[in-house]
């Protein structure tokens, strides 16, 4: 079976037969272009080191999605449970608008932690189930790195609210390795599509 939107939650896609501790792919896609506190965005930061709108992240997450839902073929295995969080740009939302892709929700910091809790949560635990499962994570945006940790950053890095640059608001690329590593599913895959920046208001935080 094809995924089906999932009413009432954004950006959650599901098999219509889904129950929890079903065998299958479970997929978190992750695409930012539009940054709004970045330079470029409608309210940036006094400070923003640099870090600017990218052109094709989100529509880069919405085609490997797409390819997951339509495309992807492999015996015995589906794809049964899929988090799509994008943040386009204009250009980008009109895009998905026109072909129907409206069922996603926006990778800001709270929503990329929650859409991390609840994709973890749902991948399987227990074999046979999770030795018959694969955990795939994707991501496109920016990124930067502070004493050699690979960080990504969410659609309201820099928002005021949250005063200078703080390493708690990104998400660490090796604490998600640590976890998928962890999990007892069959294969783990990772792909991260992400600009690397270095600068110091991170660096010697």
Same mark, same amino acid.
């Given at each position: 079976m094809a995924l089906e939107a999932v009413t009432g939650t954004p950006g959650l896609w599901r098999d219509p037969q889904w129950q929890p501790g079903m065998p299958g792919v479970y997929a978190l896609i992750i695409g930012v272009s539009a940054y709004p506190h970045l330079e470029g965005g409608p309210a940036p930061a006094p400070q923003a080191y640099g870090l600017g709108q990218l052109l094709s992240s989100a529509r880069t997450a919405a085609r490997v999605f797409n390819w997951l839902r339509t495309d992807f073929h492999y015996p015995d295995l589906p794809v049964v449970w899929a988090l799509l969080l994008l943040s386009p740009? #204009?250009?980008?939302?009109?895009? %998905?608008?026109?072909?129907?892709?409206?069922?996603?929700?926006?990778?800001?910091?709270?929503?990329?932690?929650?859409?991390?809790?609840?994709?973890?949560?749902?991948? *399987?635990?227990?074999?046979?189930?999770? $030795?018959?499962?694969?955990?795939?994570? %994707? %991501?496109?945006?920016?990124?930067?790195?502070?004493?050699?940790?690979?960080?990504?950053?969410?659609?309201?890095? +820099?928002?005021?609210? %949250?005063?200078?640059?703080?390493?708690?608001?990104?998400?660490? #690329?090796? &604490?998600?390795?640590?976890?998928?590593? #962890?999990? *007892?599913?069959?294969?783990?895959?990772?792909? +991260? !599509?992400?600009?690397?920046?270095?600068?110091? !208001?991170? $660096? &010697? $935080?």
């Open positions: 740009s #204009a250009e980008e939302r009109a895009e %998905f608008d026109s072909t129907g892709l409206t069922h996603y929700d926006l990778p800001d910091y709270a929503r990329m932690r929650l859409a991390i809790q609840r994709w973890t949560a749902a991948v *399987p635990k227990q074999a046979p189930a999770s $030795t018959h499962s694969r955990s795939v994570f %994707f %991501f496109s945006g920016h990124g930067v790195g502070a004493n050699r940790t690979p960080l990504l950053l969410p659609a309201d890095y +820099l928002d005021p609210q %949250f005063g200078d640059p703080q390493l708690e608001n990104c998400f660490s #690329a090796r &604490e998600l390795h640590r976890w998928m590593a #962890a999990t *007892p599913v069959a294969v783990r895959l990772a792909l +991260l !599509a992400a600009s690397r920046h270095e600068f110091s !208001a991170l $660096t &010697e $935080t």
